[in-house]
């Protein structure tokens, strides 16, 4: 399948789609080793930090983000669906050095006939939902965006 041609809706797929955002909701460590129910073998993964390919290399990232983050967890806002693909608004919600952040973000995910995931593309601002709010660098990283914005119309 290519990236342009979407698989066809099923059934099965809109319900795997549920699970796997029901999944993400309630994702943790003892849950993650059920991701390769919902990515395929060849499956890809794409955010600001990683790129990935692999439910293992998948799993990866989140052991990761587990090993390295207090409490996090996802929260679906909201999700549109069709034909092989599907947007998710999320939160993501975190402890880090003894604060708690909030990360908004969106998901493009490809899914094949079976509502397996092909290709998962993380969309978020690193720049605003973190960097701006870390100690020492969110300083500068706000001077930065301000010195870039287009001024206001007059």
Same mark, same amino acid.
């Given at each position: 399948? #290519?990236?342009?041609?979407?698989?066809?809706?099923? *059934?099965? @797929?809109?319900?795997?789609?549920?699970?796997?955002? %029901?999944?993400?909701?309630?994702?943790?460590?003892?849950?993650?080793? !059920?991701?390769?129910?919902? &990515?395929?073998?060849?499956?890809?993964?794409?955010?600001?930090?990683?790129?990935? %390919?692999?439910? +293992?290399?998948? +799993?990866?990232?989140?052991?990761?983000?587990?090993?390295?983050? %207090?409490?996090?967890?996802?929260?679906?806002? *909201? @999700?549109?669906?069709?034909?092989?693909? @599907? &947007?998710?608004?999320?939160?993501?919600?975190?402890?880090?050095?003894? !604060?708690? &952040?909030?990360?908004?973000?969106? #998901?493009?995910?490809?899914?094949?006939?079976?509502?397996?995931?092909?290709?998962?593309?993380? &969309?978020?601002?690193?720049?605003?939902?973190?960097? %701006?709010?870390?100690?020492?660098?969110?300083?500068?990283?706000?001077?930065?965006?301000?010195?870039?914005? +287009?001024? +206001?119309?007059?």
């Amino acid at each position: 399948m #290519s990236p342009t041609t979407p698989a066809p809706a099923t *059934d099965a @797929a809109a319900a795997r789609l549920a699970a796997l955002l %029901q999944w993400y909701g309630t994702l943790s460590p003892s849950t993650l080793p !059920r991701l390769a129910e919902y &990515y395929r073998s060849d499956a890809r993964f794409k955010d600001p930090f990683n790129e990935v %390919q692999g439910p +293992a290399a998948i +799993a990866g990232i989140f052991e990761h983000m587990f090993a390295t983050t %207090q409490t996090p967890c996802f929260m679906i806002r *909201d @999700a549109l669906s069709g034909p092989g693909r @599907a &947007y998710i608004l999320w939160d993501f919600d975190f402890g880090w050095r003894g !604060r708690r &952040y909030r990360i908004r973000g969106t #998901s493009r995910l490809e899914l094949d006939g079976a509502g397996l995931v092909v290709e998962h593309r993380d &969309y978020w601002d690193a720049a605003e939902e973190l960097w %701006q709010k870390l100690p020492l660098i969110g300083g500068p990283v706000g001077w930065l965006r301000r010195r870039f914005r +287009a001024a +206001a119309p007059r």
